[in-house]
Each structure stands twice: as structure tokens, then as C-alpha cells.
């Protein structure tokens, strides 16, 4: 019920329109087959209509309508017709506020992630996220769908066991209660609905998250002939899934095959008690019978689909988890600083620690505007570390980096970071054209700009090559390509938006080495203009370097270029 709850208020006005839509729709409907209780009784000869039957030809009257059966027949057409259009209008309304629900969720989770800080952006499975905006928005969703029917029916309901109560309260409450014995004893399938819900919300998260990481690495698994192995975990995982769902779809099914000879002996008893016990003359009794019927068939079908919200709802909570841990762990705003980059980065004893782990020991660090930095260092020395603290992704635990003297925490950290071209370790591609790589959909920037750019990254030459050209589609993480052309379409992207500084973590690593010689060459050219910091061990990169900085268990030491080997 929580989650009637939660969307009622996400969605107040969109919930209350359905609602009341709902609500007017099972009126017009129960009104209109009330008329069916003086219809009965003429067209059954009763001698005298009941109470509750003379009410309805009262009220006939007072519209100045004679209760002849043509006249009651269609007060029943025109209700039922304004009853069904009523549905449609609330129906629609459940279904456009579905739709929304499931985008807002997923907006909300895209969004509340991108905003994380980036430690707590590591932690999270691409698989996880995946199943979250596909599967899960969608499953939630209807989780919302199935509880705005529940109310529906529930309130349609409501109305008919209203009607009841006039025509016989005894015979009414009778039936009632022992319907809802019937439909309380039926609730444990709600629990074992409730239950598959939540492993199958799990198991499809653990399931998409093996799944993600095993075609990342199709390669090597293919070429050590170990894809059997993927394989097997993967079936295991699809078995238990398959075993959770079953669970579900089987008490779904048993409480659907139940209701039929549920109702058929409710009838069968009101008929015996109404006729035979409490001598109610005939047209009464079927009216009454007619009534009773429809409330717990009602009530039953809103179990139905409490059942299958049971089994929804949980992908609901998951997901709204998943959105409020991320939002709890969001990034600071940052500062409303204008940045600048006319002096220098400056690092001044600053240390970073993961964890217990030191990566960096009160390191200084000086970048001055139009050089060219290189680092270099062993692995896991903590370079790409550096890179992350001048991008404000990582923030130390002491000292002080500032850029233009401006402490980097009191700049806005939008437009800090849109001066900067990032080129990262791994050359990961879209799967698109070329064009959209390098542009990465910024409207901004034009195919000269991506010409411009990829010529700069010594890239021009290939795409122009292609038959294709700009629109050349690059494949599955740019698998159609070479290493080498990745690396140097990842390398245009970064200067596509001319930053002012770029960083280039081993951005030239695939290349060869008269590649990457004229990439230095094109790279340095661009130096006085853009300041560039490099993390590379390769020579090229290392002897266009204005000033080179070795890292070492912590320690940051500027040396000579010859020094490095
Ligand atoms: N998110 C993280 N959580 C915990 N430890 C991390 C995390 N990221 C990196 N490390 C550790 O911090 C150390 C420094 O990592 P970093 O990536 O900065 O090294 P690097 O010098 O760039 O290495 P390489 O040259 O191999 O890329 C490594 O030992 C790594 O294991």
C-alpha cells in the first residue's frame, strides 16, 4: 500500500483526476444497473415491487419518466455508455501517468548518478544501472498501474456493496463477510507474489551485471576458449530467474482459477438463503444476488491486482533506493568562482589517501599556463590520481590546489571543468559515427569543428579515407577501428570544444612510434595556446615536455628529461 502512498504524492493532481474519474464511472455504472431490480419486477410479474424497487420507480417519476421497460432499459445503455466512457478518461489518465513515472524514474536515476560524487560513481555496476532504467522503471511503473486498478475496483466496489445494503442490509453484510473470510484466506498468495517479486528484482540486477561485464570481455574469453564458463554462470543465474518468476505466475494463476467457483457458491448460497430462508421474492433475490456478485468479483479482481503490484512494487523500492543513495552521496555544488586560467595550477602540500592507502604525500605540484607537463611515475603511483584532483572528480584530504590562486573547490566546477579536454587511459568508443564521437552530440559543435579537431589529432587522414567519412560508424566500442585510430579519435574529441587545458592520460599508448611522434609534434604546436599535462612513460611524450614530474611512493619530484628512461 506504501506505494499508493508515494505515487499519490509524486503525482497528486494526476492520482486525484484518475480517481475521481474512477469513482464517477463505477457510479454511473452501479446506478444505472439498479434500475435492473423494477425491471426484474415487471418483467417477472412480481404483484408488488419492493421498497427499495418502488424507490427506483419513485425516482423515475421525479425525472417525469414512466418505469415501462423501454425506458428502463435505456436508463441501463446510458449508464453503462457514460460509466465506460468515464473508464476511458480515468483509464487513460493511469496510462499517461505510468509513462511519466516510468521516464521521471529513470531521469531521476540517470541524473541523481551523473550528480555523484565520482568515488561513489566507481561503485556502481553499468549491468545494475542498465537493468534499473530498463527493466525496473518499467516494472515499477506498472506497479503503479496495477495499484491505481486496485483502488478503482475497490471503489467500484465500494459503490455496489452501497447499492446492496438498500435492497437487503442482512442478506448483504452476510455475503460480505463471508467474502472477505474468502479473500482474506487467499492473501498468503499475495506473500509468495511479494516474495517472487523481490528475487526476481535481485536476481535480473545480479543477472544484467554478470551480464554487462561478460560481453565487455568477450574477447580474451573467446580467445582462452573460457566462454563455457561465462556461459554456465550466466544459464544458472537465467534458471533462478526463470524459477522466480514461475513462482509468481503460479499464485497469480491460482487466485484467477479460484475465483469462478468462489463466486459460483456465494451465489448458490445467497439464492438458497434469499429464496429459502428469508422467502425475498424472486426479482429481489436476483438483484441481490446480482449486486453481491459484482462487489466480490470486484474485490477479487483488485486482490488480482494487489497480487501482481505485490510483485511489481519491489523494483519500485529498489529503484527509489538506488536514486536517494545516489542523491545522498551527490557531488558539492562547488563554488560560484569565475574560473580563469591565466598563471598557473598550483598544488601545495597536498595529500590523498584511499582509505587507509596513501597515493599522495604532501605533494607540490607547479603548472604554469602554456607549458607542457609531463608525469611519470610506476603503476598505481597515483597519476591518474593527479589528473582526477585537477578535475575536481577527487578531492584531497590536505592541501591546497589552486588554480590562477583561486582555491579549485571555490570555482564553479561546470564551467571549470568545460575548459578542460580529458583524454582518459581507456579509448572507449560510442557506438556511432565518428562524427557523434567527437561532438559527443554537443549542438555547439559542427563537422568543421570535428574536421578541425581530428586533424589536430592526426585522425583526419583515415576518416577522410573512409567512404563514409565523418559518418563512418565505428562499431561496438569503436571495434571497427585500430587502437591507434581510437586513441586519436578520443584524443579529437577532447580538443573538439578548444579547451584551455587539456589532459592526456597515456592518450598516446597504442600508437606507434611515428604516430605518436607527429601527434607530440601537432600536440606541442598547440601548447602556448592550451596548456597540456601528459601522463605517459613513452619518450616522444616525455622529451616535447617543458618540465617533467616523476611520482614515487607519494613523492612528486620535477627531473630532467634525459633522466627518464
Ligand atoms: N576508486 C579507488 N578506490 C581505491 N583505490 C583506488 C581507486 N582508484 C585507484 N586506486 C588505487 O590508487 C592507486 C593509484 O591509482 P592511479 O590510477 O592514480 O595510479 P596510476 O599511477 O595512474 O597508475 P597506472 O600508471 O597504472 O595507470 C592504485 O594503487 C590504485 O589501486
Not at 536476481?203 to 554478470?210: A, S
Request: hydrophobic share 50%; aromatic share 6%.
Amino acid at each position: 500500500m506504501r506505494i499508493i502512498v508515494a505515487f499519490g504524492r509524486a503525482y497528486p493532481a494526476r492520482t486525484l483526476l484518475m480517481l475521481i474519474s474512477l469513482l464517477l464511472a463505477g457510479v454511473a455504472e452501479s446506478v444505472s444497473l439498479t434500475t435492473m431490480l423494477p425491471l426484474l419486477s415487471v418483467t417477472l410479474g412480481d404483484q408488488t415491487h419492493s421498497s427499495f424497487a418502488q424507490k427506483v420507480v419513485d425516482v423515475l417519476h421525479w425525472f417525469g419518466l414512466e418505469p415501462t421497460v423501454l425506458v428502463m432499459l435505456s436508463v441501463i445503455v446510458l449508464g453503462m455508455t457514460v460509466s465506460s466512457t468515464l473508464i476511458l478518461l480515468g483509464n487513460r489518465q493511469v496510462g499517461y501517468t505510468v509513462a511519466h513515472v516510468a521516464t521521471d524514474l529513470r531521469v531521476n536515476l540517470i541524473r541523481s548518478l551523473l550528480g555523484s560524487r565520482w568515488e561513489y560513481y566507481l561503485r556502481q555496476s553499468t549491468g545494475a544501472l542498465a537493468n534499473a532504467v530498463a527493466t525496473e522503471a518499467y516494472r515499477a511503473s506498472t506497479g503503479y498501474e496495477h495499484a491505481a486498478n486496485m483502488l478503482a475496483l475497490c471503489i467500484q466496489a465500494g459503490v455496489y456493496a452501497f447499492i446492496a445494503l438498500f435492497v437487503s442490509w442482512q442478506a448483504t453484510l452476510v455475503s460480505l463477510v463471508v467474502g472477505f473470510i474468502l479473500l482474506i484466506a487467499l492473501q498468503r498468495l499475495a506473500k509468495t507474489s511479494r516474495r517472487a517479486g523481490k528475487s526476481q528484482t535481485r536476481l535480473m540486477r545480479d543477472l544484467l551485471t554478470h551480464l554487462t561485464d561478460t560481453l565487455s570481455s568477450v574477447k580474451p574469453l573467446k580467445a582462452m576458449a573460457r566462454e563455457d564458463i561465462a556461459d554456465s554462470l550466466l544459464r544458472s543465474q537465467a534458471a533462478e530467474l526463470n524459477k522466480a518468476m514461475e513462482r509468481e505466475v503460479m499464485s497469480r494463476e491460482t487466485l484467477r482459477a479460484l475465483q469462478e467457483p468462489m463466486l459460483a457458491i456465494l451465489a448458490a448460497a445467497g439464492l438458497y438463503a434469499g429464496v429459502v430462508v428469508w422467502h425475498l421474492p424472486l426479482s429481489h433475490v436476483m438483484v441481490l444476488i446480482f449486486l453481491v456478485v459484482r462487489v466480490l468479483g470486484l474485490m477479487h479482481k483488485a486482490q488480482q491486482r494487489y497480487h501482481r503490484m505485490a510483485a511489481q512494487d519491489s523494483a519500485y523500492w529498489a529503484l527509489q533506493e538506488a536514486i536517494d543513495t545516489a542523491a545522498a552521496d551527490a557531488e558539492p555544488s562547488g563554488g560560484n568562482r569565475t574560473p580563469t586560467l591565466q598563471k598557473d595550477i598550483v598544488f601545495e602540500g597536498v595529500s590523498f589517501t584511499y582509505g587507509a592507502r596513501q597515493i599522495l604525500d604532501a605533494v607540490n605540484l607547479r603548472i604554469p599556463v602554456g607549458s607542457f607537463t609531463s608525469l611519470v611515475g610506476p603503476s598505481g603511483a597515483g597519476k591518474t590520481t593527479i589528473l582526477d584532483l585537477i578535475c575536481v572528480l577527487l578531492a584531497p584530504q590536505s592541501g591546497k590546489i589552486s588554480v590562477d590562486g583561486v582555491p579549485i573547490e571555490e570555482l564553479d566546477r561546470q564551467r571549470w571543468r568545460r575548459m578542460i579536454g580529458y583524454v582518459p587511459q581507456e579509448t572507449l568508443l560510442l557506438h556511432d559515427t565518428i562524427l557523434a564521437n567527437v561532438t559527443l552530440g554537443d549542438p555547439a559543435l559542427t563537422a568543421a569543428d570535428a574536421e578541425r579537431a581530428l586533424k589536430q589529432a592526426g585522425a583526419w587522414e583515415f576518416v577522410e579515407k573512409s567512404p563514409a567519412g565523418l559518418q563512418t560508424i565505428v562499431g561496438e566500442r569503436g571495434g571497427k577501428l585500430s587502437g591507434g585510430q581510437r586513441q586519436r579519435i578520443v584524443i579529437a574529441r577532447a580538443l573538439a570544444h578548444n579547451p584551455r587545458l587539456l589532459i592526456l592520460d597515456e592518450a598516446t599508448s597504442a600508437l606507434d612510434p611515428e604516430s605518436e611522434e607527429a601527434i607530440c609534434s601537432t600536440l606541442k604546436a598547440l601548447s602556448p595556446a592550451i596548456t597540456i599535462i601528459a601522463v605517459s612513460h613513452r619518450p616522444a611524450m616525455i622529451h616535447i615536455a617543458d618540465q617533467v614530474y616523476r611520482l614515487n611512493e607519494g613523492k612528486l619530484n620535477l627531473v630532467e628529461a634525459e633522466s627518464v628512461e
